[in-house]
């Protein structure tokens, strides 16, 4: 439930590129408890966090004793709520320190939040934010999805772990796709399931809606997380049980892999290349798959093997299939 700070605030908010898709405390806490061990004497870095209405800031503030954390760093974007702690009108932006609760009432007061200006907006490049990410161990956040190609990749750059937001979609982009590939970055576990947009995005058919209160809410449908501290989840081997049959599993027209429409029904003993549904991502564990590549109508020249009519895309009987994934299990049984 939305406090009505945030109802206020978030009707203000304002982007042209509508990014602006606030995160439960629920989706938060239900991804976040997988993570528990990795947390403890780190800097958490924040940096696409308006503190007032950051269920992020909100999450780690509040568990910042039971998670042993050594401080948490949050920078707003263009300052858009610094009247919550000053009544100053400044167009100069702000960071937020936080290293724990002082006067013992387990709750982070605004008198133990350090804050402190920047220079510039508290746009995540800028070279301020850049040097706030060095001294940060974990970057924590949503980030704005029409940056999150650039945002990941400053990320990798800069060598640090992350726990972020980001759509589906993205396991298809060419750059997000290859460090999947490497095995540099991989899924959580969860869905967010719904997001607090700013009033004046505009409802739609599916997925959008009012509650009692006024607030505007959106499910993406589609939105996971993505990330590169290890998880138990990574480690667990999908079950296989079906045996393969050239009927049941025929080979694309334009390469040599055969096409499985239900990542269940990726057969235990077939040793060559598999085309499997995109969603297989959510169950790949490295020790037991290889990824080859990925093939889809719209997407040239990253299957990793060669297409054997020069076409792009997953073609059966001349039709063109739904995108896949080209995998090849490691330890396929005799
Ligand atoms: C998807 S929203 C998520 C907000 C918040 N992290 C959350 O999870 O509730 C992404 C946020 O990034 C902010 N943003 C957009 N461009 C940015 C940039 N270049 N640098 C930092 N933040 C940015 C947007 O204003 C927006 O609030």
Request: with cysteine; proline share 4%.
């Amino acid at each position: 439930m939305a406090t009505k700070a945030q109802n206020k605030s978030l009707g203000k908010a304002r982007n042209s590129k509508k990014d602006e898709f606030y995160t439960q405390l629920s989706d938060i806490e239900r991804e976040l408890k997988h993570y528990k061990s990795h947390f403890k004497g780190k800097v958490v870095y924040c940096n696409c966090d308006d503190p007032r209405v950051s269920n992020f800031f909100h999450y780690f503030s509040y568990n910042f004793e039971k998670l042993g954390l050594k401080r948490i760093i949050t920078t707003c974007y263009k300052n858009k709520n610094m009247e919550l702690f000053s009544k100053n009108d400044s167009e100069q932006a702000i960071y937020l320190e936080y290293v724990g609760d002082k006067n013992g009432n387990a709750v982070p007061d605004p008198k133990e939040i350090g804050i402190k200006a920047l220079k510039g907006d508290g746009d995540f490049r800028s070279k301020e934010s850049i040097e706030l990410l060095k001294n940060a161990d974990i970057v924590v956040t949503n980030p704005p999805f029409s940056l999150f190609r650039e945002y990941v990749a400053q990320l990798i750059e800069h060598d640090k772990k992350f726990l972020i937001i980001g759509n589906h979609n993205a396991i298809t982009y060419k750059e997000i796709f290859n460090l999947l590939q490497e095995n540099k970055i991989w899924l959580g576990y969860m869905h967010p399931e719904k997001f607090i947009v700013p009033d004046d995005y505009e409802q739609r058919e599916h997925r959008s809606w009012r509650d009692e209160n006024g607030v505007n809410w959106r499910s993406l449908g589609n939105a996971c997380w993505f990330t590169n501290l290890d998880i138990s989840k990574r480690h667990e081997e999908l079950i296989l049980y079906k045996p393969y049959n050239p009927n049941e599993y025929p080979k694309f027209d334009n390469y040599d892999a055969i096409n499985i429409d239900k990542v269940k029904d990726i057969p235990m003993d077939y040793d060559g290349v598999m085309g499997v549904p995109i969603t297989f991502m959510e169950k790949y564990n490295p020790e037991q798959f290889e990824i080859v590549g990925l093939i889809a109508g719209n997407i040239k020249g990253m299957a990793g093997i060669k297409s054997s009519s020069g076409k792009d895309g997953p073609y059966i009987n001349g039709k063109l299939k739904y995108g896949r994934i080209l995998v090849r299990n490691r330890k396929p049984i005799q």
